[in-house]
C-alpha cells in the first residue's frame, strides 16, 4: 500500500506540474518610401507662351496662367521648395543668358495656395526657397495656382527689345528634409 501511496503521489506532483511552455513569436516589420513632389495634371513640362509682346508698353504685362502646382509629400520632416529661374527672372533673347537691356524681357512668378505655399508677385532674379513641416495637408496634396507676368516692350519710339524668340526656364524642385 506504501508503495501505491508513493506512486499516487508521484503522478499528483507530476499532474501538478504544467507542461513545457513554447511560445511563437512574429516580429512585424514594413517600410514606406519617401515620396516629395510637385505635380500638374498636364504632365511635368507647361508651355507658357505671353505671345507677341512688340504692341505691349512697359508699363503694362501680360499674364499667363501655368496651371495648378500640387505639392505631396509623406515625409514627416517635411519638404524644401525651391524655384529657379535658368535666366534669372528674364526671357532671353534665343534663352542666352545675357545683361544685355535689349537682349531680355523682365517677367514674374505668382503662387497662390495654402499651407504657406503663396507668393506675390516677384521676379526670381534669385531662387525663391522655403522649408514646409510634414502634415496631413501636404499627405494628401496641397495645391497652388502658378501665373507668369511678361513686361511690355513698347516704348515711346518702338519696342525696346531685339526682334526674336525669347525664352526662359523656370523650376520648381522639391526635395525631403
Same mark, same amino acid.
Not at 87 to 99: I, K, P, S, V
Given at each position: ?16 506540474? /504544467? ?13 514606406? !518610401? /519617401? ?11 507647361? !508651355? ?21 502646382? *500640387?505639392? +505631396?509629400?509623406?515625409?514627416?520632416? #517635411?519638404? &524644401? ?7 534669372? #527672372? ?6 542666352? *543668358? ?37 502634415? /496631413?495637408?501636404?499627405?494628401? #496634396?496641397? &495645391? ?15 519696342? *525696346? ?5 525669347? +525664352?526662359? &526656364? ?8
Amino acid at each position: 500500500m506504501k508503495k501505491i501511496a508513493l506512486i499516487a503521489a508521484g503522478l499528483a506532483a507530476v499532474a501538478a506540474v /504544467p507542461a513545457s511552455a513554447q511560445s511563437l513569436t512574429y516580429n512585424l516589420a514594413a517600410q514606406v !518610401a /519617401p515620396s516629395c513632389g510637385v505635380y500638374n495634371a498636364s504632365g511635368s513640362t507647361i !508651355a507658357v507662351d505671353f505671345g507677341d509682346l512688340a504692341g505691349v508698353a512697359t508699363t503694362a504685362t501680360v499674364n499667363v496662367a501655368g496651371g495648378d502646382a *500640387t505639392y +505631396r509629400c509623406n515625409n514627416a520632416n #517635411g519638404f &524644401t521648395r525651391t524655384i529657379t529661374s535658368q535666366n534669372n #527672372g528674364f526671357l532671353t533673347l534665343d534663352g542666352q *543668358t545675357t545683361t544685355d537691356a535689349a537682349r531680355r524681357i523682365r517677367f514674374d512668378m505668382v503662387h497662390t495656395g495654402n499651407s504657406g505655399l503663396a507668393f506675390a508677385a516677384r521676379q526670381l532674379s534669385t531662387p525663391v526657397s522655403g522649408n514646409f513641416g510634414g502634415s /496631413p495637408a501636404f499627405l494628401a #496634396g496641397e &495645391t497652388g495656382t502658378v501665373t507668369f507676368q511678361a513686361f511690355g516692350v513698347l516704348g515711346a519710339t518702338g519696342t *525696346t527689345v531685339f526682334a526674336g524668340n525669347y +525664352r526662359d &526656364t523656370v523650376t520648381i524642385t522639391v526635395t525631403a528634409i
